[in-house]
């Protein structure tokens, strides 16, 4: 693919903090961004270059989007695939909608990682109370019930400890869903990998992720040995989903450590909260990497700088120590720029590199 060259306009879909990144790397190396989203808060136009506020299916607004746009990414996997379908017929969209398609919907997703030779945890799909009886009778208890689509940050999934938990699980859910066994894992951790248009790939070290109350709390680099033994072959992997979808890009896998190996958790085709870490702490962060992916620019090195990094999310009030964050010595702190706290509302966060 011929360079985009600086002065070129990237769309991006969406208003969240991700967006924000990506547009900041972008404007590092020379692009203009403009954020399509419908939020009355869009925290990505306080550093983009322009904002749309509308709504994704408003065809004379995306008309004027693609017509302003030299390539498009989108920032949020929730997003409707159709308006980014319509964007891709007119102008370059990256990851294109076929990653998207898969990574919207917990089944298929699945099945794909599945074909590649993945291991996800054991699963029955469920569409009502009666499968989810058949599908606890399969896969047994403890597991997880999972909404099929639209789920993030733990939200549409609860547990059960056993079948007695059925009916309650089900009134929470009541809707196309997966029942996952539980996995008995050490750690978990995950894969940022970035493609560029003509295949070539490159990952970061992996990350050890601990979530509170399902919500990503931190990140440490390097991870302990139960992550480090596996990180070739869930490198693999990543490299080889990304390769079957034609992927272009950062994509990132979810894995669960176990003795027996990588279990394949989940995917987003976007930059993750799992590599902010990278902002510091990588030699080319995740954020300039897609932009370099999308643009076809080669891509920048991914090794670690320093001796380690942790990166600590800010969740809902933790942003109140933002003062004390900036008093300590060494401490990057990244705020997105939100006006409510809300509990588990992701307000910034704060990257330590261990110098060596
Ligand atoms: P998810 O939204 O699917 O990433 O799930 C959020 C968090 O719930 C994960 O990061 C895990 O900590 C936990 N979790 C999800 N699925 C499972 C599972 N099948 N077994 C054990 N823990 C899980």
Known sequence: ?????????????????????????????????????PDRESVAAQTASALTRADYHNRIVLADFAAQCDVVTYEFENISAVPVEWLADRVPVHPSPASLRVAQDRIAEKEFV?????????????????????????????????????????????????????????ESIAGPAVLEAFVDFSHEFSIVLVRDCDGRMVSY?????????SILARSTVPAPA????????????????ADALGHVGVLT?????????????????????SGHWTIEGAVT???????????????????????????????????????????????????????????GRKMGH???????
């Open 1 to 37: 693919m011929t360079p985009l060259p600086p002065g070129s306009t990237i769309g991006i879909l969406g208003g969240g903090q991700l967006g924000r990144m990506i547009a900041t790397a972008a404007a590092q190396l020379g692009y203009r961004t403009h954020v399509l989203a």
């Open 114 to 170: 599945s074909n590649v030779g993945g291991t996800p945890a054991r699963w029955a799909a469920v569409d009502s109370r009666v499968s989810l009886d058949a599908a606890i009778a399969e896969i047994g208890t403890p597991a997880v019930l999972k909404t099929t689509r639209m789920g993030y940050d733990g939200k549409g999934q609860v547990r059960l400890q056993s079948p007695a938990d059925a009916d309650g699980a089900w």
């Open 205 to 213: 070290p992996p990350p050890w992720n601990e979530h509170e109350d």
């Open 226 to 241: 139960q992550i480090a033994s596996l990180w070739t072959e869930a490198a693999a992997l990543t490299g080889r989903i």
């Open 253 to 273: 896998c979810e894995y669960f450590a176990t003795p027996d190996g990588p279990v394949f958790n989940e995917m987003a085709p976007r930059v993750h909260n």
């Open 285 to 343: 962060s995740q954020f300039e990497n897609h932009v370099r992916a999308i643009c076809g620019l080669p891509l920048g090195d991914t090794a670690l700088v320093g001796a380690g990094v942790t990166m600590e999310n800010l969740i809902g009030h933790d942003v109140d120590r933002w003062a004390d964050l900036l008093a300590e010595s060494g401490a990057h702190l990244h705020l997105y720029g939100k006006r409510e706290v809300r509990p």
């Open 350 to 356: 704060v990257t330590r590199v261990q110098r060596s």
